[in-house]
Each structure stands twice: as C-alpha cells, then as structure tokens.
C-alpha cells in the first residue's frame, strides 16, 4: 500500500479502521473562458465530447482529490474512505463548473 489512500468504498480489504478523524471535503471551482466556449459551441452543435471541458473537468477533479488528501493528512489520517465526488454547473451566465469531494479521514492498518 502506498503512504496514502483514498478510497470510494467504506473499508479497505486486508485493513482495519484503527481511528475516524471525521468529514473531509473540497472544492475546485472552475470558468469556462469565451475561447473554450466557443469551441464548445461549435463541438456540441455537432455532437460528441466536447473537448474543450473534458481537460479543464479533469484537472479540477484531480485538484480536488488532492486538496481532500492534504486536509486529511492535516487531520493525522493516512486514507480518506467513502470518497464521494460531485459536479455542478453554478449557472450558464456565470459559465463555472464546480467539483466536490467528500470522504472520510481515518487512519488504517493492515489486518
């Protein structure tokens, strides 16, 4: 295993939760800016991905991950379980997209 672990199932097989510090969480808040709009635009008027977001989604969501690792190894955890991650659009004028992530700090070890 490596030093740390995040998980989205409530236990780890082959590990016992010794300790729960409680609820870790973070956001990553995300602009579309006007070029990856217009892309956009011309992408979804023909179907298919659209490219133009797939890059920035993922960048906000390995963000994300690792500012909920940071906050949990802050707590003295070594694994974040019941990783839950969420995308929401905060409206199409504003044109920004946010991604949470919500888990559990606990400290695990082998069984």
Do not use: C, H, W
């Not at 729960?20 to 579309?32: C, M, N």
């Not at 709009?37 to 992408?43: E, L, M, P």
């Not at 940071?70 to 920004?96: C, P």
């Amino acid at each position: 295993m490596s030093d740390f672990l995040i998980v989205t199932t409530p236990t780890v097989p082959g590990y016992r939760i010794t300790k729960v510090f409680g609820i870790v969480s973070a956001l990553t808040p995300r602009t579309r800016g006007v070029g990856g709009k217009i892309i956009a635009g011309f992408q979804s008027a023909f179907g298919g991905e659209v490219t133009a977001f797939t890059s920035e989604l993922e960048k906000a969501r390995l963000e994300t991950i690792s500012r909920v690792q940071e906050r949990a190894e802050k707590m003295g955890a070594n694994a974040v379980i019941g990783l839950d991650i969420e995308t929401s659009d905060l409206g199409l004028q504003m044109g920004v997209v946010m991604i949470s992530a919500t888990g559990t700090a606990v400290i695990i070890e082998p069984e």
